[in-house]
């Protein structure tokens, strides 16, 4: 429940995000690790390579919204990280 003093800002945004999803202007890919959401991506980059500098892919996750597998070891900066 938003704030009254943000209410009427937020319904906006709803607004404009369902029409956009009802014109399929907007695409939502569901995911589960952060391993499918990079292959969706790239997949998707590639999908998009024909339309050039018109083209805009817009990326929107939270880290709260990755999965991230324990196997194998990710890699950071030369440093494997194990969890």
């Given amino acids: ?3 009254d003093e943000y209410a009427a800002k937020m319904l906006g ?3 404009k995000y369902r029409d956009a999803r009802d014109r399929n202007m ?3 890919l569901p995911f589960v690790s952060i391993s499918d959401y990079l292959h969706e991506l790239r997949a ?3 999908l ?3 339309l050039g500098p018109r083209g805009l ?3 929107a996750a939270a880290v709260s919204d990755f999965f991230i597998p324990v ?3 990710l890699r950071e900066e030369g440093i494997a990280i194990w969890y």
Wanted: zero cysteines; a positive charge.
């Fill in 48 to 50: 998009m390579q024909p």
């Fill in 71 to 73: 196997w194998p070891p």
């Fill in 57 to 59: 892919l817009y990326l």
């Fill in 44 to 46: 998707i980059a590639h």
């Fill in 13 to 15: 945004v709803l607004r």
């Fill in 26 to 28: 907007l695409l939502v």
């Fill in 1 to 3: 429940m938003a704030r």
